[in-house]
Every structure is written in C-alpha cells, then in structure tokens.
C-alpha cells in the first residue's frame, strides 16, 4: 500500500461524496500522520535530554495524533476533529514550554506553529482564533517573565546548547512539511479545477454547435413550410379557377377537360409537396432531381397556362416568342422557375400592360427572357433581390400577397438544375429576369 492508499484507509466512504471535502480530510489525516511521525522523534530526544515529561508528552501525542487520524473513519464533524488536531499539539507545546524555561525555552517558538497549523489545516476562521490565543499565551510566558516567576527546566540543563539546537530547527521542519503538503493537495485541486473548467468549457462548445444545429434545423424547417406555401399557391389558385369553370360549363367534353386539368395541377402539387419533403431529410436540403429531355418552350407556355386566370384579371397579354429548344432537366423545378418569375411579373405590372417572354438558343445555352412593364428594380436595391424573405420598394398593384420569397426559390433551383438566373436592368423598361440554361 503507497502512502495515498494509506491516508484513503483512514477516510470515511461520506467524503468520496464531495470533493472539496475529501481533499480536506486526505490534507488532516497527511497532517496527523507525519505529525505523528514528528512526535515519535522526539521521544528520542527527549530520553537524551532526559527530560521525563517530553517523553510522555510525546508519546501522549503520538497516539494521539493516530487516533484523531481514526476519527476521520467516523461521522464526526472533520472541523471538530482538525479543532481536537490543533489543541493536542498546542497543549504540548505549552506544558513543554512550561518545564523547560518559559520564554527562554527552545519550545517557546514553537507556540507560533499553533496558528499557522490551524490556518493550514482547519480554515482562515480558526486560523485568527488560535492565532488570539497563541498571542495571548505569549504574552502569559513574557508577564511570568517579568514577574520574575522562576519556572521548572526539567530536563538535563548541562545539555542546554544541544537542546536548542536540536529542538528549534524541528519548528522549521514540521511547519515546512505541513505546508509542503499542503501546497501540495493545493496544486492537485487547482490541476483538477482547471482539467474540470476544460471539460466545461469542450462541453459549452459542444452545446454551442449543438444549438446552431437545432438553429439551423429550425430555420430549415420553417423554410420548407415557406416553400410549400409559397408554390403551392399557384397550383391551389388554379385548381380553384378551374373548378369554378367547371360549376358554369355544361359540355361533357369540356367537363372531361377541365377535370383533366384538376388532375394535372393536382398531381403537381402533389410532387412539389413529395420533393419539399424530400429535401427536408436530405443534406443542406439537396433537391432530388428527375432530369428528363422537355421542350422549353412547351414547359413557358404551360407555366403561361396554369396563371392565365391571374393574367386575364388584370387583363395582362403573356406573348411567348422564340424557337423550340431542348434541356434536360427536371421538369417540376423548371415549371416552379417560370410560374415565380411570371407571377412576380403579373403581381408587380399594371391592368393591360403586357409580359414578353422571349427565348434564346445558342449551341451552348438556352436562354429565357421574361420582360414586363412594370416598375423594375431600383438599382440600390438589386444586390437584395435574391435574398430570402426580402420585401423591396415596388410594391404588387391588385393587391395580391407577396412573401418576398419567390425570387430566392428561382435562384435556388435554377442552380440547382445546372442554370444561372440574374437580373438584367438594360433589356427593357420594366424589369427583365435572364434564366440560362445548358443545352441538351
């Protein structure tokens, strides 16, 4: 067993509950047993300088030291066991002092090792308290002393010089181990303080990145409600105008195609909501994308389709020019493209203005213009027009809702889909939205 198990032995199983109070307890029981161990010398010396009542006395405080070491074994309070530690060794030291010459005595300077034990192993507190005492102790041998009280010097006075010389380095000794040991159990607890601020602080980072995960989470989550209340307008408006065709017409044929119709937007927003939910279980909200050869100048003009009631409200003409070009890309993305951009027209143009969509095709590229006549685009305000949730100054002219996120879901899939989106505030006067996309 190492000297650590040792002092563990003589510690009472409550203290492991506590750290703070188990250093304290392994700090007094170090105390006791190398006081004990001081004690024990002593002895020794005492025999030499045959000095009967040192003997005793020490033997006295070695068992005694042992024993309040044992104390700690029970529930006792550890300050009134430190308390019993500091008054054994003090009363030692005084009855020494007392046979040996009072204030002349080689002990006499050992009543100051009372105080600074009591400050090193009980707490400041005591520490003052004995302190008083010591001082007023001292005082007591001086006041004898000038009295000219005569005391008893009981040991072997021919070995006086041997005696001093002996006995006052053991003050240096026992005050310097004490402490030493104490610092020591010091230097482990701040060690351990610190290796435990470490761990709190590793653990408040860890809480950190966890809470902007649950951030971002959050935000995504409420991006993927925008998003779906966002497009899904559109298809939901169209299932409402298409229906209340359909209450009005009489023809069986034209019933057939309007319930077709129903079935074709429904069916989309049935894809968008599968898609958006998609995203939301896939990395940084990923699209799943289903590429496929579409013509894109049937996929403007069906987007020009699903939003004719809004146009022929406004009384708005959607011309769609240019050839016939193919892309390969997913289809429900590039219909969500067109309907945002030539909603955003319609909600932001005049009664009986008019939206051009031109398309252009190179052997590398197709382009698609979407030109309205509305109020364009401040030039201090363009660097915003991507950016989720913005709201600029032109403001929609029937007034229709708008949520300031079409635009960031354009640029989003359009790159998404292997395209590039941007504004182009020199093709018209109104504003003009460029969509360019690979060749097939």
Same mark, same amino acid.
């Given at each position: 067993?190492?000297?650590?198990?040792?002092?563990?032995?003589?510690?009472?199983?409550?203290?492991?509950?506590?750290?703070?109070?188990?250093?304290?307890?392994?700090?007094?029981?170090?105390?006791?047993?190398?006081?004990?161990?001081?004690?024990?010398?002593?002895?020794?010396?005492?025999?030499?300088?045959?000095?009967?009542?040192?003997?005793?006395?020490?033997?006295?405080?070695?068992?005694?030291?042992?024993?309040?070491?044992?104390?700690?074994?029970?529930?006792?309070?550890?300050?009134?066991?430190?308390?019993?530690?500091?008054?054994?060794?003090?009363?030692?030291?005084?009855?020494?002092?007392?046979?040996?010459?009072?204030?002349?005595?080689?002990?006499?300077?050992?009543?100051?090792?009372?105080?600074?034990?009591?400050?090193?192993?009980?707490?400041?507190?005591?520490?003052?308290?004995?302190?008083?005492?010591?001082?007023?102790?001292?005082?007591?041998?001086?006041?004898?002393?000038?009295?000219?009280?005569?005391?008893?010097?009981?040991?072997?006075?021919?070995?006086?010089?041997?005696?001093?010389?002996?006995?006052?380095?053991?003050?240096?000794?026992?005050?310097?181990?004490?402490?030493?040991?104490?610092?020591?159990?010091?230097?482990?607890?701040?060690?351990?303080?610190?290796?435990?601020?470490?761990?709190?602080?590793?653990?408040?980072?860890?809480?950190?990145?966890?809470?902007?995960?649950?951030?971002?989470?959050?935000?995504?989550?409420?991006?993927?409600?925008?998003?779906?209340?966002?497009?899904?307008?559109?298809? *939901?408006?169209?299932?409402?105008? !298409? @229906? $209340?065709? &359909? +209450?009005?017409? %009489?023809?069986?044929?034209?019933?057939?195609?309007? #319930?077709?119709?129903?079935?074709?937007?429904?069916?989309?927003?049935?894809?968008?909501?599968?898609?958006?939910?998609?995203?939301?279980?896939?990395?940084?909200?990923?699209?799943?994308?289903?590429?496929?050869?579409?013509?894109?100048?049937?996929?403007?003009?069906?987007?020009?389709?699903?939003?004719?009631?809004?146009?022929?409200?406004?009384?708005?003409?959607?011309?769609?020019?240019?050839?016939?070009?193919?892309?390969?890309?997913?289809?429900?993305?590039?219909? *969500?493209?067109?309907?945002?951009? !030539? @909603? $955003?027209? &319609? +909600?932001?143009? %005049?009664?009986?203005?008019?939206?051009?969509?031109? #398309?252009?095709?190179?052997?590398?590229?197709?382009?698609?213009?979407?030109?309205?006549?509305?109020?364009?685009?401040?030039?201090?305000?363009?660097?915003?027009?991507?950016?989720?949730?913005?709201?600029?100054?032109?403001?929609?002219?029937?007034?229709?809702?708008?949520?300031?996120?079409?635009?960031?879901?354009?640029?989003?899939?359009?790159?998404?889909?292997?395209?590039?989106?941007?504004?182009?505030?020199?093709?018209?006067?109104?504003?003009?939205?460029?969509?360019?996309?690979?060749?097939?």
């Amino acid at each position: 067993m190492n000297f650590a198990g040792l002092v563990d032995f003589f510690i009472h199983a409550s203290y492991h509950e506590d750290s703070l109070k188990l250093r304290k307890a392994r700090l007094f029981v170090r105390s006791c047993l190398l006081t004990s161990l001081f004690s024990n010398s002593y002895i020794w010396f005492s025999m030499l300088f045959e000095f009967d009542l040192g003997v005793y006395l020490m033997i006295f405080n070695v068992a005694g030291f042992i024993a309040l070491a044992f104390l700690v074994k029970t529930r006792l309070s550890l300050l009134l066991i430190a308390n019993l530690y500091i008054l054994v060794g003090s009363i030692a030291v005084c009855v020494l002092t007392y046979y040996s010459g009072g204030i002349w005595s080689a002990v006499y300077p050992w009543i100051i090792s009372t105080p600074v034990l009591a400050l090193l192993v009980v707490n400041r507190d005591y520490g003052i308290v004995w302190g008083i005492l010591s001082f007023f102790v001292m005082l007591w041998f001086g006041w004898l002393e000038l009295k000219g009280v005569k005391l008893p010097l009981a040991y072997n006075t021919e070995l006086k010089a041997e005696w001093f010389v002996s006995v006052l380095p053991g003050l240096l000794l026992i005050i310097l181990v004490i402490s030493t040991v104490f610092e020591s159990v010091q230097t482990n607890a701040l060690k351990n303080l610190q290796r435990q601020n470490e761990q709190l602080e590793n653990q408040k980072e860890t809480i950190a990145e966890q809470s902007k995960k649950l951030e971002k989470l959050i935000d995504d989550k409420d991006h993927i409600i925008r998003i779906l209340a966002h497009d899904l307008k559109n298809p *939901l408006a169209n299932i409402t105008t !298409i @229906s $209340n065709i &359909l +209450k009005e017409e %009489q023809e069986i044929d034209q019933q057939k195609k309007f #319930i077709a119709m129903i079935e074709k937007v429904s069916a989309q927003a049935q894809g968008l909501v599968n898609n958006v939910l998609d995203m939301a279980t896939m990395e940084e909200g990923a699209l799943r994308l289903k590429p496929e050869t579409l013509n894109i100048k049937e996929v403007v003009k069906e987007a020009v389709n699903s939003l004719s009631e809004q146009a022929r409200q406004k009384e708005i003409k959607i011309s769609v020019l240019g050839e016939d070009a193919k892309v390969y890309v997913d289809r429900m993305y590039l219909m *969500l493209i067109f309907e945002n951009l !030539i @909603s $955003n027209s &319609l +909600k932001f143009s %005049q009664k009986f203005q008019k939206i051009d969509i031109e #398309i252009l095709v190179d052997e590398l590229r197709t382009v698609v213009k979407v030109m309205d006549e509305g109020p364009g685009i401040k030039p201090e305000e363009e660097d915003q027009l991507f950016e989720k949730f913005t709201k600029l100054s032109a403001r929609p002219t029937g007034e229709e809702s708008s949520s300031g996120l079409g635009l960031s879901l354009v640029k989003r899939y359009t790159e998404q889909i292997g395209g590039k989106v941007w504004y182009d505030r020199e093709a018209s006067k109104g504003a003009t939205f460029v969509v360019e996309l690979p060749r097939k």
